[in-house]
């Protein structure tokens, strides 16, 4: 029996959903609940992935006969130093343990860029491979970029948190889910398996209505014809009539800053929060949207970073935003490839509840621990894992 077919104000939105908002330190702990929980599914998309303690959980749960799958991107893979060993022996341990790990396909957005590059390391400076241009800039090719648990078909966890050990001192966010929009994860995850080379399987919707919120699934894709999550976070903004509220990552997509311009100068007050993160190896695009905003009223504030070092590594990872009736919250960065080229999963909804609890969080954040001017303790002096670039 469905609870209320008429709650959701757009025909996108599915009703009968249960969904809740996950600052950083409910996040983690929220997946692993469900995990432990599972009966006989476990799916997971996460970009980056080498911790061992979730890996144990997932072998755990394989010798209590529940069927795992696991989506990884091949970029997280390929590289030099600690980290990358560790996540290369993760995922050699979790084949080995009876865990289906397949590696998302590399794909190029620009039709000249050259894949044998893909067969050479990384060296110690996070994007400078053998000099080559091609691989060094990450903007060539789609990143299987989403963050997503996903258990027996019916509840799921929808975040920006990866599972590699700087990602869990990151300031994130995600979303727990139960209900109907389960059933379009569970559609996601087959299609990445599948095209990631894993063997087929049937694909059976379970979930089941489990409240009275409307949510969204958003999904982001270079080859899909339309791309749900540029379309909501276009929307919303485009829409909002009284605040709007934004923390990133990255902030750099043009036409969002267009919108967010005109949402400015209709009289919505907005509230950004950048992330200041760079060294030199790479040039962070928050710089100049931040001058843009400021040219057009609105002046963001910046994440004050903790330390540069990779064992405490401590990000404004958020892809969250908020506006007046809406929650978006997800992979996908506020950037051009975030919102269009990668392959991104994220949740909307106009739950009030959600939306009250993400506002607080943002307040929090704003509050507490930003400043007008970006600032940054001095980097290392060979930087690793500063920034993946999205």
Not at 85 to 90: I, L, S
Not at 190 to 201: A, C
Not at 252 to 257: A, F, K, R
Not at 342 to 361: L, R
Request: with cysteine; aromatic share 12%.
């Amino acid at each position: 029996m469905r609870i209320n077919d008429n709650i959701c104000p757009n025909n996108y939105y599915k009703p009968n959903n249960k969904v809740e908002f996950l600052t950083s330190d409910e996040v983690t702990a929220k997946e692993a609940e469900i995990i432990l929980n599972a009966k006989d599914t476990i799916h997971i998309a996460k970009y980056s992935f080498n911790s061992m303690l979730l890996a144990n959980l997932l072998v755990k749960k394989v010798k209590e006969g529940v069927k795992v799958r696991v989506v990884i991107d091949p970029l997280s893979l390929q590289g030099a130093g600690k980290e990358w060993e560790k996540r290369k022996y993760v995922v050699q341990y979790l084949k080995e343990n009876g865990v289906e790990v397949e590696t998302f396909p590399y794909v190029p957005t620009d039709k000249n860029a050259n894949l044998s590059n893909f067969s050479k390391p990384y060296s110690t400076s996070f994007y400078t491979v053998n000099q080559d241009n091609d691989y060094e800039n990450k903007s060539n090719y789609q990143l299987m970029h989403s963050k997503y648990v996903s258990v027996d078909g019916k509840r799921a966890v929808i975040s920006g948190v990866n599972w590699s050990d700087g990602s869990f001192k990151n300031v994130d966010s995600g979303i727990y889910v139960e209900g109907k929009v389960v059933d379009d994860l569970e559609k996601d995850f087959w299609f990445l398996f599948k095209k990631s080379g894993g063997k087929d399987y049937e694909y059976v919707p379970r979930a089941e209505d489990a409240g009275n919120s409307c949510a969204s699934l958003l999904i982001a894709d270079k080859d899909f014809s339309k791309t749900s999550y540029s379309a909501a976070v276009y929307n919303a903004v485009a829409n909002a009539k009284n605040n709007i509220y934004i923390s990133a990552f990255v902030l750099s997509d043009p036409y969002l800053i267009k919108l967010l311009t005109e949402a400015k100068n209709r009289g919505v007050k907005i509230y950004v929060i950048l992330d200041p993160n760079k060294s030199p190896d790479y040039s962070n695009p928050n710089y100049d949207t931040a001058q843009k905003l400021k040219e057009a009223g609105i002046i963001p504030r910046w994440y004050k970073v903790k330390t540069y070092d990779t064992s405490l590594s401590n990000f404004l990872h958020t892809k969250l935003l908020i506006t007046d009736d809406t929650l978006i919250v997800g992979s996908g960065n506020f950037s051009y490839k975030g919102l269009r080229i990668n392959h991104e999963v994220g949740i909307e909804t106009n739950d009030k509840e959600a939306i009250s609890k993400a506002i607080q969080y943002f307040k929090t954040i704003w509050k507490e621990n930003t400043s007008t001017i970006p600032y940054l303790p001095p980097p290392p002096s060979n930087p690793q894992t500063i920034r993946e670039y999205y």
